[in-house]
C-alpha cells in the first residue's frame, strides 16, 4: 500500500521558499516514519539518518526496506511511502515557458497536448500531467538528471477517474490525482497496486 502525506503552507516570500518547503517535507516525512512504522525522530534528526544513492536518490540508512520519496511546489508539499521504490512528484498548474516543450515532450505528446490549445487552462494542466509523469518516472529510478524527458512517452485518457496512463515504457505503474483543482500529483511504482493510494492531509 502506498500512503502519502500532504500539507500546504501560505506564500512566503522568494526567499523563504526553498527552507520551508525543505522543513516541511522532512516533518512528514518524520510524521509518516512514526505512524506507519513506529519509527521516532524528529525533525533536526532525520537528516543524519539519510543517506543518498550514487545519483543522489535518499534514503534510510538504517531501515533500507522503508522507500519514501518527497516533492513540493508553491504552496503544496508531499511525502509518499511504499514498500518498494516510488517516485513522486507534485506540481501546481500555471502557465509555463513554450521552450519547454522540446525538451519535455514526445512528438505524439506534442500533438496530444495541441488538441488543448484553445483552452488555456485545459493546455496547462495536460502539460503538468505528463511533465509529473516524467519526472515521478526519473525519481522512481533513480536515474536524475542522466534520463532525457523525451526517451519515454505517455498517452493520458482523460475520460475515466482515475485517469488511465498508457506508458512507452512497460514494467511500471503509475496513477495521477488532481488535488485541490490545480495541483497535479503523479505517482510511479515498480508494481501494480491492487488499492489507490491513501492520502493523509497535515493541517
Known amino acids: 500500500m502506498v500512503t502519502i502525506y500532504l500539507k500546504t503552507y501560505d506564500p512566503c516570500p522568494p526567499g523563504e521558499k526553498y527552507n520551508t518547503e525543505h522543513n516541511l517535507g522532512r ?14 525522530t524528529d525533525t533536526d534528526a532525520i537528516d543524519t539518518r539519510l543517506e543518498k544513492t550514487r545519483r543522489g536518490k535518499p534514503f534510510l540508512k538504517d531501515y533500507p526496506h522503508i522507500h519514501f520519496n518527497i516533492s513540493h511546489c508553491s504552496g503544496m508539499v508531499a511525502c509518499g511511502f511504499s514498500s518498494g521504490p516510488l517516485g513522486l512528484d507534485l506540481e501546481k498548474v500555471k502557465d509555463f515557458k513554450p ?20 483552452d488555456p487552462w485545459q493546455y496547462n494542466e495536460y502539460f503538468f500531467r505528463l511533465w509529473t509523469l516524467k519526472e515521478s518516472l526519473i525519481k522512481q529510478s533513480g536515474a536524475g ?47 501494480h497496486e491492487d488499492r489507490p493510494p491513501v492520502f493523509v492531509v497535515d493541517h
Open 145 to 191: 538528471l542522466s534520463m532525457p524527458l523525451t526517451d519515454v512517452g505517455f498517452k493520458l485518457d482523460l475520460s475515466q477517474e482515475p485517469v488511465k496512463i498508457h506508458c512507452s515504457r512497460p514494467g511500471l505503474y503509475f496513477y495521477q490525482q488532481l488535488i485541490l483543482k490545480d495541483y497535479i500529483l503523479s505517482l510511479c511504482l515498480e508494481h
Open 27 to 40: 516533518s512528514l516525512l518524520v510524521k509518516g516514519l512514526y505512524e506507519l512504522y513506529h519509527i521516532s
Open 99 to 118: 521552450a519547454i516543450l522540446r525538451k519535455a515532450l514526445t512528438r505524439k505528446e506534442a500533438q496530444d497536448l495541441n488538441q488543448f490549445k484553445s
